[in-house]
């Protein structure tokens, strides 16, 4: 039994509520800020990604250490 399963219906019903709650006028603003708040979280979460990036390169993770033939390492 999948508890995630969600209808045509059970989809109208929920927005037919919201609609009822918040009124026509008032979703567009809040969508509006919803995305921003989403196109937000993107922004940090590639800051992040490149602050980690760059940090990891100026330390020298990236690069691969290699071994001569008596298995020391260079």
Known sequence: MN?????????VAIVLIILLLFGGKKIPEMMKGLGKGVKSFKDGMNGVEDADRDHRGANGVDEVKKEDEKGETK
């Open 3 to 11: 508890l995630l399963m969600i209808g045509t219906w059970e989809i």
